[in-house]
């Protein structure tokens, strides 16, 4: 099994920073793939990034630019950077670990609250 626990989440001002965390545990594989996903109320859950770990990363057009993620394989972790903060990007952030081995394989934290105010 998997187990995925995030932190880093609170309350910034609009225009802020703030930095999640995401460190995984149990059996991990060398090229699963792990991300991050959010959850805004009354909205279904959105992609927000992900990350091989060959490196390659993909992200939602929302953030692009304003958000980077990267990962350290040696401890199982990701991160994700997140710049130039609005109101809109108020949501439950989720990590993700993909496993694509004969079927897909998705794995959830229980997420962290990110509340960006005016």
């Known amino acids: 099994q998997v187990q995925l626990v995030e932190s880093g989440g609170g309350l910034v001002q609009a225009g802020g920073s703030l930095r999640l965390s995401c460190a995984a545990s149990?059996?991990?594989?060398?090229?699963?793939?792990m991300g991050w996903y959010r959850q805004a109320p009354g909205k279904q859950r959105e992609l927000v990034a992900t990350?091989?770990?060959?490196?390659?990363?993909n992200f939602a057009d929302s953030v692009k630019g304003r958000f980077t993620i990267s990962r350290d394989s040696a401890k199982n972790t990701v991160y994700l950077q997140m710049n130039s903060l609005s109101p809109e990007d108020t949501a439950i952030y989720y990590c993700?670990?993909?496993?694509?081995?004969?079927?897909?394989?998705?794995?959830w934290g229980k997420g962290t609250l990110v509340t960006v105010s005016s």
């Open positions: 993700n670990l993909q496993r694509q081995f004969f079927k897909v394989m998705d794995y």
């Open positions: 149990g059996n991990i594989f060398a090229n699963d793939v």
């Open positions: 990350i091989s770990t060959a490196g390659s990363t």
